[in-house]
């Protein structure tokens, strides 16, 4: 297995990523934005969720282009947070409804 330019380049990219991550003030208060927490709250609906919508984009839209992959991730993001605020609300109602009934048999 060889290495390419990419790999080299992606090394560097995370070990720069790393160091202002741990040292710089302003780079840490872009990562206190409620809309980037919010997105890295919606992370893994938007894993979940992605291997389907590429198999339909591949069916639907064979061609890649800048149109596509903005719808993709258009729809991406909604069907996360759709599916986030279902699993979110069936959570709650399910906790709403076991706990009493754990608390009344103690």
Do not use: W
Not at 18 to 47: C, E
Not at 66 to 79: K, N
């Amino acid at each position: 297995m060889h290495n390419t330019d990419n790999d080299y380049a992606m090394v560097i990219f995370m070990a720069v990523a790393v160091a202002l991550a741990f040292g710089h003030r302003r780079f840490n208060s872009v990562f206190n934005n409620k809309l980037i927490n919010y997105l890295s709250g919606l992370t893994y609906a938007m894993y979940l969720n992605h291997a389907i919508l590429i198999s339909v984009f591949k069916r639907f839209a064979p061609e890649l282009n800048a149109l596509t992959i903005a719808a993709f991730f258009a729809i991406l993001l909604i069907m996360s947070v759709v599916s986030q605020f279902i699993v979110d609300k069936c959570v709650y109602i399910c906790a709403n409804i076991i706990k009493p009934k754990l608390i009344q048999k103690n």
